[in-house]
């Protein structure tokens, strides 16, 4: 049993013409101090998985567990303080008119913290920024910067499990390696088990030991690392991921995939 | 054969600082060839190729010592040459279908007021069809007949290539044609554009962030940091970019394969800006 459970989940969104299956029967479990990863295109369901998680999507049906128990509707605070969230884009996801100060002293006030100054000292220290960055509003930080104070946010409860949506799909490369690389720093010193959603097969093998690859809602595949570096894929859609993965290349991918298939 | 001469370009914005360039002496030829701009936000890359359009937004500025296209100099085009031109000679492709089609209007009807600039409104009509199948739409009447909302990422951006396409023009811009796009949608487009490139002999300029695809799409790579080209690299010899930015982006992508941990972070040199 792993530190998150998760059987046979559905989720529905309902209310427009026909309602929508976004995520069909996905079991997957996550094991502590794991870093797992999901994969897929827009639309497969892979972001769902991580706000049904957090309570944020309509579940029809399935259970979440965390430490063994299901969780309960709506999340109790102590969920929270086990489990937080780094969103996508840290240009809509920050209060455009909080300071950092304010973004960070929330999520204490919330639980009832009364160490606030240190904390939020510490956990701007921890992610690289330092102090100096306390009084700023998102518009003086870079994107690069902006994601470190999310990721700070995330970690002032200190929780155990940090859910990542996309966590560099907005930023540049240079500015990706160094986020991954805190990430990475991160869950080494602290033994975070990580969710991490990302449609680059690249991060995701380098961030992750297990994946689940998602299409359509259903999860087509499970691979370890091993198994995606030495392009070990049984599905024809994990391998056409793969091949578009290395760029482009004058003839088909799908048909170099399944000759290079065929050869080994 | 040059179509496209561009020497000391510039780009500047005033401020309340003062001006800033935001493209600093830019210069290349562009052949009947596939030429890849790559740079991180702020680089000026998608500058460079709105300011070849002249689709520079208000207040910033356009200075050149040489802008031609095919012998006509842009540098003081006025609006009816920039008629005659755009959307005719040359068009441009830009990254999000979501905000680059009208969206009260038909695809049909975008396709065919594009296509009504050489030709009359029945082989427009024609060609619009036509060109849909081009750009691999399997079901070219009910996308025809289609509004944007109606159709996918991948599906309106292939509208829109066709519509940039339709009037044939000798040389397409493409602004991060295929980065609101899912990796395999990506690779499908940019088979259609590489054939259109290769059957219709057009000049192509492909503006992107991304190092790996533009390398393995385009013939030539034009590196360009705060501004500047750092570099020019044939895509294929990209391994023996000699730039240390050009290095440095390269090795700091993660890779499939596993490699240095942490990922080797990018140094930034005060002496590359200049």
């Known amino acids: 049993m792993g530190l998150i459970d998760i059987q046979a989940l559905e989720v529905t969104f309902t209310g427009g013409a026909a309602p929508v299956r976004a995520v069909r029967g996905l079991t997957l479990s996550v094991n502590e101090g794991e870093s797992y990863g999901i994969v897929g295109e827009s639309g497969s369901g892979k972001s769902t998985v991580l706000r049904a998680i957090c309570g944020l999507a309509p579940t029809s049906g399935g259970v979440i567990s965390v430490d063994g128990t299901a969780l309960s509707r709506p999340r109790t605070p102590d969920f929270y303080r086990r489990v937080q969230m780094v969103f996508q884009d840290p240009y809509a996801s920050l209060h455009p008119r909080h300071t950092v100060d304010r973004v960070l002293a929330e999520p204490l006030a919330i639980h009832g913290f009364t160490d606030a100054e240190r904390r939020i000292e510490t956990a701007l220290t921890d992610v690289g920024l330092g102090t100096g960055f306390r009084f700023r509003y998102p518009h003086q930080l870079s994107g690069g910067q902006r994601q470190r104070v999310a990721i700070a946010r995330a970690l002032i409860l200190e929780p155990r499990v940090l859910l990542l949506d996309e966590p560099t799909s907005a930023l540049d490369a240079s500015i990706q390696a160094e986020v991954l690389n805190l990430l990475d720093r991160l869950r080494g ?48 859609y994990t391998r056409a991921l793969l091949a578009a993965s290395e760029g482009y290349r004058a003839n088909d991918p799908m048909e170099a995939s399944s000759s290079s298939a065929a050869r080994a | 054969m040059t179509l496209l001469s561009v020497k000391n370009l510039r780009v500047t914005f005033p401020t309340r600082q003062g001006p800033v360039d935001v493209v600093r002496g830019v210069s290349f030829d562009l052949g009947r060839e596939r030429l890849g701009i790559v740079g991180e936000s702020g680089s000026g890359k998608s500058q460079t190729g709105r300011a070849i359009l002249g689709l520079t937004p208000s207040p910033g500025k356009v200075a050149a010592d040489v802008l031609s296209f095919d012998g006509i100099d842009l540098r003081n085009a006025d609006a009816r040459l920039w008629r005659s031109l755009r959307g005719v000679r040359m068009s441009m492709v830009m990254q999000d279908p979501k905000f680059s089609l009208n969206p009260v209007m038909t695809i049909g009807r975008q396709l065919i007021e594009a296509g009504r600039r050489t030709v009359s409104k029945p082989q427009a009509k024609a060609a619009a069809m036509a060109m849909l199948e081009a750009v691999q739409i399997r079901d070219p009447k009910r996308v025809f007949s289609a509004y944007p909302h109606e159709l996918s990422g991948g599906m309106g951006q292939r509208a829109m290539i066709a519509m940039m396409l339709i009037t044939e023009p000798d040389l397409l811009i493409a602004d991060e044609p295929t980065s609101a796009l899912d990796v395999t949608v990506q690779i499908e487009v940019l088979r259609i554009l590489d054939r259109l490139v290769t059957d219709r002999g057009m000049g192509l300029i492909f503006i992107s962030h991304d190092l790996r695809l533009v390398s393995s799409f385009c013939d030539r790579v034009l590196v360009m940091y705060a501004g500047r080209i750092v570099e020019e690299v044939k895509a294929s010899d990209l391994g023996q970019a000699q730039h240390p930015y050009t290095q440095g982006l390269l090795r700091c992508l993660p890779q499939i394969e596993g490699g240095a941990r942490p990922l080797p972070t990018l140094q930034r040199d005060a002496e590359w800006a200049r």
């Open chain 1, 189 to 236: 010193e602290r033994g975070l088990t990580y969710v991490l959603v990302s449609h680059d097969l690249a991060v995701v093998a380098h961030m992750c030991e297990r994946l689940t690859v998602m299409q359509h809602g259903l999860a087509v595949e499970e691979l370890t690392r091993a198994d995606l570096q030495a392009r070990r894929a049984q599905m024809d």
